[in-house]
């Protein structure tokens, strides 16, 4: 009694003796241990230690290589016999070393189940309990074995491994500095991942075998939940997200649910591991250690921290206040036998449900995907049932039920799918429990965009699209006005899904938050307040800032300027001069002036921003339009004459084309001359592949570009982009060009710049006229007539 009563006033009574004995016990996983450290991060370090020199001399002696002395060709020679076989030792190596991390991850598991051996064994149970020892030694002591036998060999390992790294020159291995960069990563984040991982191993190993009082479910059951937890996490994340109205979801796409499923690194070893590999993958192991290492940003690698010391304190209470003679029974605590397998069915629903709900809510991002699964949706319904009953029943099997009370495990079995259900249901409909109407902070955001659609008017006026009737967007990052305007129209528009009815019309906003976080949203919304947005939208602020992307605005918040300007290969140095004339012709935007121009004549703009003589960034492109009148004065001050583009000034040969779709330059220039295919293809030094003969599946004429007839017509046309194509009207398209013939064209690189524009087709009479005027070929398609071409080969 002397002895337990001096356990029960000492905090760690006999400890040292305690622990010793344990780590005696543990001798075999101890060895095991130190080979695995020894051969994963020390032994690839060691391989490229000897390897530098190697490579270093072989890059010395490159230089000779074109004449090398025979001492220099021998020397060669053997340094490329040494490397080869260095290197088949590193490839070995490496192999070696995985599975040597794998062995250290699986045996920090064995390790921990046979240090804490009395809470599934019960011939040891009795004679652990009768030492007169008490809990905080039992617990710590056992806790300070497990770390010793597998932390502390795989925490030298990694120190060992960092002291190699530094006496390694990988700079002879490329000049780029890649090699550096991924071995770095390896020995850095992933390295001190992996320890973590361990860690957090032991935590939730232990948490879970505290409910448990055999071998069996002591085994099954952690590894189970290290799957089970991050798809909890991540999926009843989505699952709520799922449910706020305005949601956009990617399921389909494997970059934007990884991106978002970084906190899964607090979870459990499995998370961490899955977003580390992910981490360093997508950033090729050249960024920084926290961008490489999740953990190592605060936002993850504090919560994993929280966790993993909340399941050493769960495990620490469990197993102290656990009753010894429970030990021998599937659970130690009552209600776990429906907890634990309930977790694990849980897993199964979620994501069934998280699928289901977008589906019937339309938040998928993407048709094929919808499609697929919306077909598929009773038979993921079948499937949950069916899989999650076979894994009950087997989890019941475990733990010792027999088939005589099989229909007691089927009820357990039916209500747990049933609560499981249910709880995803109400995570689902909980609207984000308060997400949907979060609105952020403009001094939390470090960017943002705004963007309104109509689905209803795309395609029923192509030849306007550029004029943002149909689609627009704004954008500002920290500081910008735009922030304030973006989050009072975000105020304004309705969070629930039943106040408007859909009738095409869509207001979508994007934040990416100075945390890194990101949050998206779509709404539908009623033509009135559509209209009411628009008008907030189309403002001198707005159509600025929809001119330079996020880039751009952030580099010429830090007072980076203009370097060149250039157009169609013609390039000018400029200043900042250009901003401030853009800044004034945009005063002249709001709605009315959009709705009162039928169409808009534009050029593309590229220049480079950098600071002081130090080009930064290089080919930002800017859209200029005919009614911009500071900017062209600007612009022709550096001498680009960008008035030309909109007038025809200094272009020479017009053609005018009914229904194309597509086209040859070459060939309208050709054709129109008269020139045979085989001639033509001569004059532009072309090979010839097979075809004989024109293919010019449309109708047009040919003028030049001082017709008068022409230059009225262009008065009312717009810019296109590329070549538009209807079946149920006709669609006429000018195009300009600078070359007079075609030898003049296949002369000239700066031909390959023709104006480019779209007849309105209130004057489709006007460009018939022209054409037939000046026609080359008329061309009927196959489906009507006879589909004969007529052509005349006339230079008009």
């Known amino acids: 009694m002397t002895a337990q009563n001096s356990a029960n006033k000492s905090v760690f009574y006999k400890f040292l003796p305690y622990y010793l004995n344990k780590v005696k016990y543990l001798r075999p996983q101890l060895i095991m241990s130190i080979i695995f450290s020894v051969l994963s991060y020390p032994a690839f370090m060691l391989i490229i230690n000897i390897l530098c020199p190697v490579e270093r001399d072989l890059l010395e002696l490159s230089q000779y290589i074109s004449d090398p002395t025979p001492e220099q060709y021998e020397m060669n020679m053997a340094l490329l016999d040494k490397r080869s076989l260095l290197y088949s030792l590193l490839i070995a190596e490496i192999i070696i070393g995985v599975l040597s ?18 809470l599934h064994n019960k011939s040891v149970v009795d004679m652990d309990m009768s030492l007169p020892i008490n809990h905080n030694t039992r617990f710590f002591g056992d806790l300070a074995a497990v770390f010793t036998v597998n932390i502390l060999p795989h925490l030298i390992a990694i120190l060992l491994a960092q002291i190699l790294l530094q006496f390694a020159d990988l700079s002879a291995f490329d000049t780029q500095g890649e090699t550096q960069a991924i071995v770095d990563a390896i020995m850095g984040p992933m390295a001190f991942t992996g320890l973590f991982m361990c860690i957090m191993e032991v935590a939730l190993t232990l948490l879970m075998i505290s409910f448990c009082g055999r071998l069996a479910e002591a085994c099954i059951y952690p590894i189970l939940m290290n799957f089970a937890i991050p798809v909890i996490h991540s999926m009843s994340v989505n699952l709520v997200e799922s449910g706020v109205y305005g949601a956009v979801l990617y399921p389909s796409s494997f970059t934007a649910v990884m991106g978002s499923a970084y906190p899964i690194t607090a979870s459990s070893p499995l998370g961490m591991l899955i977003m580390t590999l992910y981490s360093m993958i997508s950033t090729d192991c050249k960024w920084s250690v926290s961008d490489c290492g999740p953990i190592f940003r605060p936002e993850y690698g504090i919560p994993a921290l929280l966790v993993t010391l909340a399941c050493f304190a769960g495990a620490y209470f469990l197993i102290k206040y656990r009753r ?26 979620v994501p069934v449900s998280y699928f289901i709900s977008i589906n019937v ?27 999650t009953f076979i894994l009950y029943i087997i989890m019941e099997l475990i733990s010792g039920r027999n088939f005589r009370k099989f229909g007691l495990s089927v009820a357990k079995w039916a209500g747990t799918l049933a609560a499981c ?155 900042n001069k250009l901003f401030d004339a853009i800044r004034q012709d945009c005063q002249k935007i709001n709605v009315d002036f959009i709705e009162n121009e039928p169409a808009w004549k534009y050029t593309d703009l590229y220049y480079d921003i950098g600071s002081g003589d130090q080009l930064t960034s290089s080919s930002y492109n800017l859209r200029v339009y005919d009614w911009m009148d500071n900017t062209i004065a600007y612009l022709e001050s550096l001498d680009i004459n960008v008035g030309a583009q909109f007038t025809g000034e200094d272009f020479y040969t017009a053609f005018i084309l009914k229904n194309v779709n597509s086209l040859d330059d070459c060939e309208l220039f050709g054709q129109s001359e008269g020139y045979s295919y085989s001639e033509m293809n001569r004059i532009m030094s072309r090979e010839i592949y097979g075809q004989n003969d024109y293919d010019l599946k449309f109708s047009y004429g040919r003028t030049t570009a001082s017709d008068p007839e022409l230059n009225r017509l262009m008065k009312v046309c717009g810019t296109a982009d590329y070549y538009y194509y209807s079946s149920d009207e006709d669609i006429y398209t000018i195009l300009l060009y600078k070359a007079y013939d075609l030898s003049d064209y296949a002369m000239n690189y700066r031909n390959d710049y023709p104006i480019h524009l779209v007849v309105p087709k209130e004057y489709n009479d006007q460009a018939e006229a022209l054409m037939q005027s000046c026609l080359v070929q008329e061309y009927i398609p196959e489906d009507t007539a006879t589909a004969e071409i007529e052509s005349t080969y006339s230079v008009a």
């Open 101 to 118: 991390l794998v062995g250290l991850f699986i045996f920090t598991f064995v390790t921990t189940l046979r240090s804490f051996r009395c």
């Open 324 to 349: 010894a003679e429970r030990v021998g029974m599937p659970y130690v605590y009552k209600g776990m036998g429906l907890v634990i397998p309930g977790i694990v069915i849980f897993a199964i629903t």
């Open 361 to 387: 809510r339309g938040q998928e991002d993407t048709m094929d995907y919808y499609s697929f699964t919306q077909n598929n949706i009773p038979g993921m319904i079948i499937g949950t049932i069916i899989s």
């Open 421 to 575: 259900a249910l709880i995803c249901f109400g995570l689902n409909m909980s609207n984000g429990f308060g997400a949907a109407y979060y609105v952020p902070n403009p001094d939390r955001v470090a960017s943002a965009s705004m963007s309104y659609y109509d689905s209803n008017s795309f395609g029923e006026e192509y030849r306007t699209s550029s004029l943002t009737k149909n689609q627009f967007t704004i954008k500002g990052v920290s500081g910008d006005d735009i922030l304030q305007t973006v989050r009072e129209v975000h105020d304004e528009i309705p969070k629930n899904n039943g106040d408007v009815a859909s009738d095409g019309k869509y207001v979508s906003f994007y934040y990416v938050m100075k945390d890194g976080t990101q949050l998206e949203r779509r709404y539908s919304v009623s033509s009135e307040l559509f209209g009411e947005i628009r008008r907030k939208m189309v403002t001198p602020e707005g159509w600025y800032s929809s001119l330079f992307s996020l880039d751009e605005n952030i580099l010429l918040n830090k007072g980076y300027s203009v370097n060149r300007i250039w157009m169609n290969d013609i390039a000018k140095y400029g200043n």
